[in-house]
């Protein structure tokens, strides 16, 4: 192991090296594992602060937690997804991420429980020092390249707005992201504040035993309800080899959701009026429609919220849920009094009100001593940062399903690497671009993504700074494109 000087290395125990060290054993940190591990030669480890991988299909534990992607597509590329539902639980999704590191040998390489907390590039040493903690312990390690896997998701802590007055309320009150394992809500009235996909995850599951739920939103969402049964893929399934059949759903998926968004955005108007007359077939009030299923926003403005198989809006419709569309005043004994001046009687309140974001998992990062602040770097090809050298992060698409966009990342990274050995390189950093309009790197207008849009690198106006949410032209632009172009290298 090469020694580091100690001028050099903070005040942290002594290093362990890799070649590349991985930052999140969750759908990314799983798969770039996969892609690096193909290359002889590289050393590398994955480092995870939870106590088993899944990443977030570990952290959300909340009634009826399932994925609104479909699986041929959130699944990986070289691991064909196996399970009867397209959209599948969050349990099913965790094991597959864990069977896929078990079958790879990946998991022999993932050190759990460990939360990376700071990381300093050190020129003398062409090297970043990593430190992390476990328990009250403090160790370093290094590595020659780092890649943070770890989302964009704040795992500690949840958005919880200020609501007046609910230390008054009388009843049990919850967040998504931490869910107690005690709580019943059998015969119970429940109200979920929020109209995103995590409240119209729990609300069928919740109405299952509870007297009756409430989804309490201040504007509508765009909703549509999709199977979670792929025929044409079970069909495919019975005919052809796992993997064939595999490739040939996700190229189908692929090219409909991509179609989908592109429609959507081309032909807003007439898009509305789909999603309405698809609305109808399960609630035919089209006041009832009109008043709570209407947004004031363009499709895809924000992420489309999928309903498997209808299933919430079945439960509207037949009476165990209902959906008010009103403003918090206070938190009453009794439950929550509206602006309008009506009250929702309560037992238990759910606030699914968003998540709170975070960029590169919150970990520190400097360059020769001198910190770097991610809002004035602007991002390269999506995944690497101006001015900072051998690093590269993993975000996914908002308008189609995660993997994509993370394998894509994978694929580069594992070609830079490859540039860098065939040609005897230890550094490549993305120059600072040149003036150009620098513009949000999440380009959703969601409320959760705008509040934290201030603390994330931003994109530029062209290549390869501008990050395109089209991965049919990421996938063949990624496959030849030019790593030097925007690089500078160093020996």
Same mark, same amino acid.
């Given at each position: 192991?090469?020694?580091?000087?100690?001028?050099?290395?903070?005040?942290?125990?002594?290093?362990?090296?890799?070649?590349?060290?991985?930052?999140?054993?969750?759908?990314?940190?799983?798969?770039?594992?996969?892609?690096?591990?193909?290359?002889?030669?590289?050393?590398?480890?994955?480092?995870?602060?939870?106590?088993?991988?899944?990443?977030?299909?570990?952290?959300?534990?909340?009634?009826?937690?399932?994925?609104?992607?479909?699986?041929?597509?959130?699944?990986?590329?070289?691991?064909?997804?196996?399970?009867?539902?397209?959209?599948?639980?969050?349990?099913?999704?965790?094991?597959?991420?864990?069977?896929?590191?078990?079958?790879?040998?990946?998991?022999?390489?993932?050190?759990?429980?460990?939360?990376?907390?700071?990381?300093?590039?050190?020129?003398?040493?062409?090297?970043?020092?990593?430190?992390?903690?476990?328990?009250?312990?403090?160790?370093?390690?290094?590595?020659?390249?780092?890649?943070?896997?770890?989302?964009?998701?704040?795992?500690?802590?949840?958005?919880?707005?200020?609501?007046?007055?609910?230390?008054?309320?009388?009843?049990?009150?919850?967040?998504?992201?931490?869910?107690?394992?005690?709580?019943?809500?059998?015969?119970?009235?429940?109200?979920?504040?929020?109209?995103?996909?995590?409240?119209?995850?729990?609300?069928?599951?919740?109405?299952?035993?509870?007297?009756?739920?409430?989804?309490?939103?201040?504007?509508?969402?765009?909703?549509?309800?999709?199977?979670?049964?792929?025929?044409?893929?079970?069909?495919?399934?019975?005919?052809?080899?796992?993997?064939?059949?595999?490739?040939?759903?996700?190229?189908?998926?692929?090219?409909?959701?991509?179609?989908?968004?592109?429609?959507?955005?081309?032909?807003?108007?007439?898009?509305?009026?789909?999603?309405?007359?698809?609305?109808?077939?399960?609630?035919?009030?089209?006041?009832?429609?009109?008043?709570?299923?209407?947004?004031?926003?363009?499709?895809?403005?924000?992420?489309?919220?999928?309903?498997?198989?209808?299933?919430?809006?079945?439960?509207?419709?037949?009476?165990?849920?209902?959906?008010?569309?009103?403003?918090?005043?206070?938190?009453?004994?009794?439950?929550?009094?509206?602006?309008?001046?009506?009250?929702?009687?309560?037992?238990?309140?759910?606030?699914?009100?968003?998540?709170?974001?975070?960029?590169?998992?919150?970990?520190?990062?400097?360059?020769?001593?001198?910190?770097?602040?991610?809002?004035?770097?602007?991002?390269?090809?999506?995944?690497?940062?101006?001015?900072?050298?051998?690093?590269?992060?993993?975000?996914?698409?908002?308008?189609?399903?995660?993997?994509?966009?993370?394998?894509?990342?994978?694929?580069?990274?594992? &070609?830079? *690497?490859?540039? /860098?050995?065939?040609?005897?390189?230890?550094? %490549?950093?993305?120059? =600072? $671009? !040149?003036?150009?309009? +620098? &513009?949000? *790197?999440?380009? /959703?207008?969601?409320?959760?993504?705008?509040? %934290?849009?201030?603390? =994330? $690198? !931003?994109?530029?106006? +062209?290549?390869?700074?501008?990050?395109?949410?089209?991965?049919?032209?990421?996938?063949?632009?990624?496959? =030849?494109?030019?790593?030097?172009?925007?690089?500078?290298?160093?020996?």
């Amino acid at each position: 192991m090469t020694t580091v000087s100690s001028s050099d290395v903070p005040a942290w125990s002594s290093p362990r090296h890799v070649d590349v060290l991985i930052i999140g054993a969750g759908l990314s940190g799983i798969g770039a594992a996969w892609r690096l591990q193909r290359e002889s030669g590289w050393t590398y480890a994955v480092i995870e602060a939870r106590e088993r991988a899944g990443g977030t299909w570990d952290l959300f534990r909340y009634p009826g937690v399932r994925s609104d992607s479909d699986m041929f597509t959130l699944s990986y590329p070289f691991q064909p997804w196996r399970g009867k539902k397209s959209l599948a639980d969050g349990d099913s999704i965790r094991r597959y991420i864990e069977d896929t590191a078990r079958e790879h040998g990946i998991d022999r390489h993932v050190h759990y429980g460990r939360t990376v907390t700071a990381a300093e590039w050190s020129w003398t040493q062409g090297r970043w020092l990593v430190e992390t903690k476990k328990g009250g312990l403090s160790s370093t390690w290094t590595c020659s390249f780092l890649y943070i896997c770890a989302g964009y998701y704040d795992y500690k802590q949840g958005h919880q707005p200020d609501f007046e007055d609910v230390e008054h309320f009388g009843g049990r009150f919850a967040h998504p992201q931490f869910w107690p394992h005690d709580l019943d809500v059998t015969g119970k009235r429940v109200v979920v504040i929020g109209s995103g996909a995590t409240a119209v995850t729990l609300i069928p599951a919740l109405a299952k035993t509870a007297a009756h739920v409430t989804m309490l939103q201040r504007s509508p969402t765009y909703m549509s309800s999709q199977s979670d049964i792929d025929r044409t893929a079970d069909a495919l399934r019975r005919a052809l080899p796992s993997r064939l059949a595999h490739i040939l759903v996700r190229a189908k998926n692929v090219l409909f959701s991509q179609l989908t968004y592109w429609l959507s955005r081309r032909y807003p108007e007439q898009t509305k009026r789909h999603l309405r007359r698809a609305l109808l077939r399960f609630l035919p009030d089209e006041a009832y429609v009109d008043q709570h299923f209407a947004p004031r926003y363009q499709p895809w403005d924000q992420r489309l919220c999928v309903v498997p198989n209808g299933d919430f809006f079945r439960d509207v419709a037949a009476g165990r849920a209902s959906v008010v569309t009103d403003r918090i005043a206070r938190f009453v004994k009794r439950g929550i009094a509206l602006e309008s001046g009506k009250e929702l009687k309560a037992d238990v309140v759910v606030s699914a009100t968003g998540l709170s974001l975070i960029p590169l998992g919150g970990i520190r990062l400097s360059v020769g001593g001198k910190p770097i602040d991610l809002a004035d770097t602007t991002a390269y090809r999506g995944l690497m940062l101006s001015g900072v050298p051998n690093l590269a992060f993993c975000v996914g698409y908002t308008n189609a399903s995660w993997t994509l966009r993370a394998d894509l990342s994978s694929r580069y990274v594992v &070609r830079l *690497l490859r540039h /860098l050995r065939r040609r005897d390189l230890t550094t %490549a950093m993305p120059a =600072f $671009p !040149r003036e150009s309009a +620098r &513009r949000p *790197l999440l380009g /959703l207008t969601s409320t959760y993504v705008q509040r %934290a849009a201030h603390l =994330f $690198p !931003r994109q530029g106006d +062209r290549d390869p700074w501008v990050v395109t949410q089209n991965y049919v032209i990421d996938r063949m632009r990624f496959a =030849f494109l030019d790593v030097r172009k925007g690089m500078i290298f160093d020996e």
